[in-house]
């Protein structure tokens, strides 16, 4: 149990575009989902955090207009990259937390290169 | 803020050996959860252990443990009997429970564990 699903995988895009990256728990609900940043060798960033049917919180530096999060249901959150540009290019991860412990447990991320 | 620091980028290790993996962090909240999260190549997250702040036991997991010390705000994973499918980036993670464990993670740099056949 506890498995969250990500789509797409993969995207290339071109600069100016924008993609969008889905989040699901596939077999619980979940109330609050996280999405984080990953650089190439680098550790996991929270970017913010997403609870159904309410607004996104955002962490400090990250650019709300940008990086668009609509939690609609309790088992899917999308984050929209608006405009895309090459430095947006990263691995993004999400999380949903549910479960007896509250874990968080993690989607297989998306590869997001910007061209 | 809370913080959270892995002091060592690379550790290697030999089959069927013991390894330890260091983490610090720094808070000044007395409630939150840490954990150790492994990354293989496939860069799918998968939750190696949990730790509850306020249990004074440490957990345990089959081949891994970790060494709990609060006061000194320490919490080392070790990893008995060392297979190849253990080779991955390992993270360390904190999570306030100020919230009721709805905040997100917050991670260290993690280690990059190698283990020699």
């Known amino acids: 149990g506890a498995v969250v699903s990500q789509h797409p995988s993969w995207v290339i895009c071109k600069s100016g575009t924008s993609v969008k990256i889905e989040c699901r728990s596939l077999?619980?609900?979940?109330?609050?989902m996280f999405w984080y940043r990953q650089f190439p060798k680098q550790s996991l960033m929270l970017m913010a955090t997403?609870?159904?049917?309410?607004?996104?919180?955002?962490e400090q530096g990250v650019e709300k207009d940008k990086f668009l999060i609509n939690h609609a249901s309790l088992t899917l959150s999308t984050l929209t990259v608006t405009s895309a540009h090459p430095e947006d290019s990263s691995f993004y991860i999400c999380?949903?937390?549910?479960?007896?412990?509250?874990?968080?447990?993690f989607g297989p991320g998306t590869r997001l290169l910007v061209l | 803020a809370q913080t959270v620091t892995q002091s060592q980028p690379e550790m290697s290790v030999q089959e069927a050996e013991t390894v330890t993996l260091s983490c610090t962090y720094d808070?000044?909240?007395?409630?939150?959860?840490l954990f150790w999260y492994k990354q293989p190549p496939s860069r799918q997250m998968i939750l190696v252990i949990r730790?509850?702040?306020?249990?004074?036991q440490n957990a345990t997991e089959n081949r891994f443990s970790v060494n709990f010390q609060k006061a000194a705000k320490s919490f080392s994973l070790k990893i008995s009997d060392s297979q190849l499918g253990d080779a991955a980036m390992y993270f360390c993670?904190?999570?306030?429970?100020?919230?009721?464990?709805?905040?997100?993670?917050?991670f260290g740099k993690g280690t990059h564990l190698i283990i020699q056949p």
């Open positions: 997403s609870n159904e049917g309410s607004k996104a919180t955002y």
């Open positions: 999380s949903a937390r549910g479960g007896a412990w509250e874990t968080q447990y």
């Open positions: 808070t000044s909240e007395s409630d939150y959860y």
């Open positions: 993670a904190y999570r306030s429970e100020r919230g009721g464990g709805a905040d997100g993670l917050t």
């Open positions: 730790q509850e702040a306020y249990k004074q």
């Open positions: 077999d619980f609900q979940a109330t609050t």
